[in-house]
């Protein structure tokens, strides 16, 4: 049931899976920045859609 690689914690500050992976940090780096725009101008969407309603 536990299949962690790691078998000691000692000492252990932080485990990345894209560490070693430029590519891996980019690509987690550009999905992180996509979902903060599209969750951003979506909220904006709504908030000009519910004040223009309200005039």
Excluded: C, Q, R
């Excluded at 690689?5 to 070693?20: E, H, L, M, Q, R």
């Excluded at 987690?28 to 903060?36: C, D, E, K, N, R």
């Amino acid at each position: 049931m536990f299949s962690s690689p790691i078998s000691s914690w000692d000492n252990v500050a932080a485990y990345f899976t894209f560490s070693d992976s430029p590519m891996g940090m980019a690509i987690s780096l550009a999905a992180a920045v996509g979902i903060y725009l599209y969750l951003n101008i979506s909220i904006m969407k709504h908030e000009k859609d519910a004040f223009d309603k309200h005039k």
